[in-house]
């Protein structure tokens, strides 16, 4: 099928891994000559529950059989969302209460965008260098890569930058400034964790202005790094806050959630401030239910900080500077991104799957499912251990 995908389905990478996939379960994706893969990467974090969890697929199958798409967004009462926010609602603080579900994350962070727009009156956006929310015109605004976005201008006006961490950066947020938006955890910078209280200093500096707070937790979000929000950790409650990736259990899903207060202002001048026909679809919000319903109530939240440790008692290698991140939202440093690239294509081929991050070359991506074994990480990480040391002897 290569000469199809390649000429039918649109590329936007010079040199994809082209897999052939037939099929997939648990920690393990299976290619069309049935060898099987260890998955360290789990959808790039959106398969919390691994592949073919049967409760995830039991929901989307009941939903299936019941109702699929019946009208556009929040016309009809449609248990699947109205639980799934109700449940999202529950594991919040009570001042992120009401939810707007929508089709991926890059349209969730244009939401989210709108809603600050809307309730300061201010057009300023402030953004972080090497932050990335997605690909969409807002998104991409927001995105601190200005080689990935110089094509594509003219983008949104008025959006500034800051650095992650610096706290010399926090007096660019004036009375200007609508909000502020940053990655909970960098993810496609190289997992860069917010250090000496940074987002609490963050958060000051926004209610001091009266400037909106969104936190992007597409990717540490639903349970990947110990809390089932990134920023339980960090002593720092958004009023506007992402998610995406794993809240769909494999389905495509965004969700923007704040106050009621702020959030029904969409509702006016203009009415419909966000629309769209697919978000709050059915099927997808049974599958997220149901993930979100099964991270909540077993440990795999707890068991996570646990899996880190092993990870990172195993993974000791001279050719691993450093283990970045939290949870299960790792990354490996290697010393250059050619022993990167030949480590992620290596593994590939003796079974294991692993990734790159977007911005950080010499990254290795480790978000595995929550639900992946000390075992299967044992087996994985020996795979990568064994690789290391062919490249290192080469
Ligand atoms: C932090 C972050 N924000 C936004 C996005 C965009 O989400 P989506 O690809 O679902 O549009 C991603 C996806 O990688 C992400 O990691």
């Not at 639903?222 to 409650?237: A, D, M, Q, S, V």
């Not at 506007?240 to 969700?255: C, D, F, H, N, R």
Request: hydrophobic share 40%; net charge neutral.
């Amino acid at each position: 099928m290569k000469p199809d995908f390649l000429n039918h389905q649109a590329q936007t990478s010079p040199h994809p891994l082209a897999m052939e996939i037939s099929h997939a379960n648990g920690s393990y994706i299976y290619d069309a000559n049935n060898k099987a893969y260890l998955d360290f990467v789990a959808g790039v974090s959106a398969c919390p529950l691994g592949h073919q969890h049967p409760k995830v697929n039991s929901a989307i199958k009941d939903q299936l059989d019941k109702y699929s798409h019946v009208m556009v967004y929040g016309e009809y009462i449609q248990k699947p969302a109205v639980e799934l926010t109700k449940l999202l609602a529950k594991h919040l603080p009570t001042s992120l209460q009401s939810t707007y579900l929508t089709n991926s994350g890059t349209e969730a962070i244009e939401g989210a965008l709108k809603l600050a727009k809307r309730a300061t009156g201010r057009s300023e956006i402030i953004a972080a260098n090497h932050a990335y929310h997605g690909n969409t015109m807002g998104a991409l605004s927001v995105m601190g890569y200005e080689d990935r976005k110089q094509a594509f201008r003219p983008l949104l006006p008025d959006v500034k930058f800051i650095e992650f961490n610096n706290e010399d950066d926090l007096s660019k947020i004036t009375t200007k400034t609508a909000c502020v938006i940053l990655e909970t955890i960098q993810g496609g910078a190289g997992f860069i964790e917010p250090k000496n209280n940074y987002l609490e200093k963050v958060r000051k500096q926004c209610d001091a202005v009266g400037a909106l707070l969104i936190l992007d937790e597409i990717q540490p979000g639903i349970g990947r790094t110990g809390k089932l929000f990134g920023f339980e950790h960090y002593n720092c409650i958004p009023d506007i806050l992402v998610t995406g990736k794993g809240l769909g259990g494999g389905m495509p899903i965004g969700a923007f959630t704040a106050s009621l207060e702020l959030m029904n202002l969409l509702q006016d001048n203009p009415k419909l401030g966000h629309i769209t026909t697919f978000g709050g679809h059915p099927v997808i919000a049974a599958s997220a239910l149901a993930t979100l319903t099964e991270i909540t109530k077993s440990n795999l939240i707890e068991q996570t900080l646990k899996k880190e440790q092993l990870f990172r008692k195993l993974l000791v290698h001279p050719l691993i500077k450093e283990i970045r991140g939290r949870g299960l939202m790792l990354a490996i440093i290697t010393p250059s991104a050619d022993i990167t690239n030949a480590l992620i294509l290596k593994c590939q081929d003796a079974g294991l799957i692993l990734f790159w991050l977007l911005f950080e070359s010499k990254a290795v991506r480790i978000t595995p499912p929550l639900t992946i074994s000390n075992a299967e990480i044992k087996e994985g990480c020996s795979k990568i251990l064994k690789i290391l040391d062919e490249i290192k002897s080469t």
